[in-house]
């Protein structure tokens, strides 16, 4: 899987469409409502690309250690991630992507452990039940297909970002009474 640029687009693009799938299905269930989960308005959340490629390197580095080794590995690489996502959407654009503020042995709102055994739960499905999957299907199409197809993800991804950088920054200007022609 982390073997080429190719490879590593394709599933940073792929992970990221499945993770929203997983998001919007959890939280459009539990709100009984649509909810659009991130700071971006496609169907990625570049949280569950991000930890699809840690994961595989974690799974690379530790492939020969104990279940328990493993879930303790996997407990701390998610709960570390999650916890620099939350941090830094909330520093750099003032946006709360979930609270735990409400939940037992949480910290500052972004990680609690109760979600965390949720993350070591999906890790550990996500190395023994998707990625064998993943990597036969992976394997049967093309380099070509998979640098396309990830390339075409991936670009939409960052202008999204940009624009979603773009709206903050200048959003954030206007409120500090610093927008052209005003002085």
Same mark, same amino acid.
């Given at each position: #899987? =982390?073997?080429?640029?190719?490879?590593?687009?394709?599933?940073?693009?792929?992970? *990221?469409?499945?993770? +929203?799938?997983?998001?919007?299905?959890?939280? *459009?269930?539990?709100?009984?409502?649509?909810? /659009? !989960?991130? $700071? =971006?308005?496609?169907?990625?959340?570049?949280? %569950?690309?991000?930890?699809? =490629?840690t994961l595989s390197l974690c799974i690379f580095i530790i492939h020969d250690y104990n279940l328990l080794l493993k879930a303790l590995f996997y407990c701390i690489a998610t709960?570390?991630?999650?916890?620099? @996502?939350?941090? /830094?959407?909330?520093?750099?654009? /003032?946006?709360?992507? +979930?609270? %735990? @503020?409400?939940q037992r042995f949480q910290y500052k709102g972004h990680i609690c452990l109760k979600f965390s055994i949720y993350w070591t739960i999906l890790s550990l499905a996500f190395e023994?039940?998707? $990625? !064998? !999957? %993943? =990597?036969?299907?992976? /394997? #049967?199409?093309?380099?070509?297909?998979?640098?396309?197809?990830?390339?075409?993800? $991936?670009?939409?991804?960052?202008?999204?970002?940009?624009?979603? @950088?773009?709206?903050?920054?200048?959003?954030?200007? *206007?409120? @500090?009474?610093?927008?052209?022609?005003?002085?």
């Open positions: #899987m =982390l073997t080429d640029l190719p490879n590593i687009i394709f599933s940073f693009s792929f992970f *990221s469409i499945a993770g +929203w799938g997983l998001e919007v299905s959890y939280r *459009s269930i539990r709100d009984r409502r649509f909810v /659009n !989960p991130g $700071l =971006l308005k496609g169907p990625y959340l570049i949280l %569950y690309g991000t930890a699809a =490629l709960t570390g991630l999650e916890f620099i @996502s939350g941090f /830094n959407a909330q520093y750099f654009f /003032n946006k709360k992507l +979930w609270d %735990y @503020s409400d023994y039940i998707l $990625l !064998p !999957p %993943y =990597l036969r299907l992976t /394997n #049967m199409l093309s380099i070509e297909t998979k640098g396309l197809f990830g390339g075409i993800i $991936l670009l939409i991804i960052i202008i999204d970002f940009f624009i979603f @950088s773009l709206k903050k920054t200048l959003s954030k200007r *206007s409120k @500090s009474g610093n927008e052209i022609g005003i002085y």
